[in-house]
């Protein structure tokens, strides 16, 4: 059963608009979220996290927002470059289980010139 | 910078061999994990530790072990190779507290044939 969901495989974008990338999931006991990059052949980077006690969170071009009644996140890229290509996967965990990090499968971004 | 170590890079080796997978990180954190990724796949987690001797099974079974004799040092195991354990191998570090993200290394991926 697949407690966090990314239901677009891929999005392709703009260079100069926005990228929105989405993210559902079903654990209500999750209260710490996070988005991550992952380039071919690395290792996931992290971009940007938010707790459940707050619904957006910015940093630079990348915003999160959490709708928590809905159980959906959203990642906002804005503007969008080519060096955002990449795949982005939300991953969630849960105070008290060691931090332990429950992932989407990943949505494939392209940002076109 | 996050500064975490994966060697093997790449591996391939034959049906019932034995093979480590090594992890090192510099950051001096408490909490490593490993997590087993197939392509267009979410990561799964396959084991984790709280700091040195301390070791637990992730939320997907496998038939791998690990070891945490070293803060820095996380190895993970396979006693006898086989086809099925093909996949993408990516350790991470977090500090103790909650609510913090992990700085993941590149990842072994491994082939057995």
């Known amino acids: 059963d697949q407690q966090v969901k990314q239901n677009s495989p891929s999005l392709s974008v703009q260079e100069g608009r926005i990228s929105i990338l989405n993210c559902d999931y079903t654990?209500?006991?999750?209260?710490?979220f996070l988005w991550y990059k992952k380039y071919p052949a690395e290792g996931p980077t992290f971009l940007i996290s938010i707790s459940s006690i707050k619904d957006k969170n910015e940093d630079g071009r990348f915003t999160v927002f959490l709708n928590k009644s809905a159980k959906h996140l959203s990642l906002h890229i804005v503007p969008s470059q080519p060096g955002d290509s990449a795949v982005y996967f939300c991953?969630?965990?849960?105070?008290?289980?060691?931090?332990?990090?429950?992932f989407g499968t990943g949505t494939r971004l392209q940002v076109t010139l | 910078e996050a500064d975490i170590y994966q060697t093997p890079r790449y591996l391939v080796i034959g049906t019932g061999k034995k093979i480590t997978l090594e992890c090192s990180q510099t950051?001096?954190?408490?909490?490593m994990y490993w997590y087993q990724q197939d392509p267009g796949m979410e990561l799964h987690l396959i084991h984790y530790?709280?700091?040195?001797?301390?070791?637990e099974k992730g939320d997907l079974s496998s038939e791998s072990t690990v070891s945490r004799i070293r803060t820095e040092h996380f190895p993970l195991t396979l006693e006898s190779a086989r086809p099925s354990h093909t996949s993408q191998y990516l350790c991470?570090?977090?500090?103790?507290?909650?609510?913090?993200?992990?700085?993941f290394g590149p990842g072994t991926r491994l082939t057995v044939l």
């Open positions: 991470a570090s977090s500090r103790l507290a909650d609510y913090n993200e992990q700085f």
């Open positions: 654990n209500s006991m999750f209260d710490y």
């Open positions: 991953a969630a965990s849960e105070t008290g289980t060691a931090s332990k990090l429950t």
């Open positions: 950051m001096g954190h408490d909490k």
């Open positions: 530790s709280y700091g040195v001797n301390s070791t």
